[in-house]
């Protein structure tokens, strides 16, 4: 199966998390210290000079008190012509993180309180270390692949057709244990 999604329009993922965190008025000191890693770690973040995993995403965002979409929100109309409620597939902003995941929005927009994702994982894949919680209730639906969820200690796999379902600041971890890419569409409320 191909995936459409790969032709998108990626997010300066630094660039947009620096201008939220100087528009709330927050040092760069005060983010690393608040999300427990090193100034010089968020810098090279904002500097675009690497990439951040899902988990220092989500961290970043619960510290900010925005959902983790709003780093999309930022460059919303940068990348998409406004056809309604039509995303086209050449049109998703994409977000790459460290570890092999990427996320293309496939949301027209996000002020509507639902955000659509598309997630693939690369063979090997995971979201990070740890659990990422995010402040939203979300859902997961398993289009492609295989991959492993984890949410409170006890794992589940999952394969095309499966889905999934967390509350607010439920944590889950997702690893892609296959040799194939795996691809879900995540509904997240905001």
Known sequence: MTNTAQVSNDVDV????RDLRKGLGITLQALAAGIGRSVGFVS?????????????????????????????GRLEAAGQADEGPVTRAGQRLCLRYERGVTDHLASPRLSDGLCLLETTL?????????????????????????????????????????????????GCRLFNPGA???????????
């Open 14 to 17: 630094g660039r947009t998390l």
């Open 44 to 72: 090279q973040i904002e500097r675009g000079l690497s990439r951040p995993t899902v988990e220092d995403i989500t961290l970043i965002a619960g510290y900010l008190k925005v959902p983790s979409a709003a780093l999309f």
């Open 122 to 170: 690369a063979p090997g894949a995971d979201t990070g270390e740890g659990p990422v919680t995010d402040s939203q209730q979300q859902g997961g639906y398993v289009l492609q692949g295989r991959i492993v969820l984890t949410v409170d200690g006890t794992e589940w796999t999952l394969e095309a057709g499966d889905a999934f379902q967390l509350g607010a600041r439920q």
């Open 180 to 190: 194939e890419t795996a691809r879900l569409l995540w509904i997240l409320t905001h």
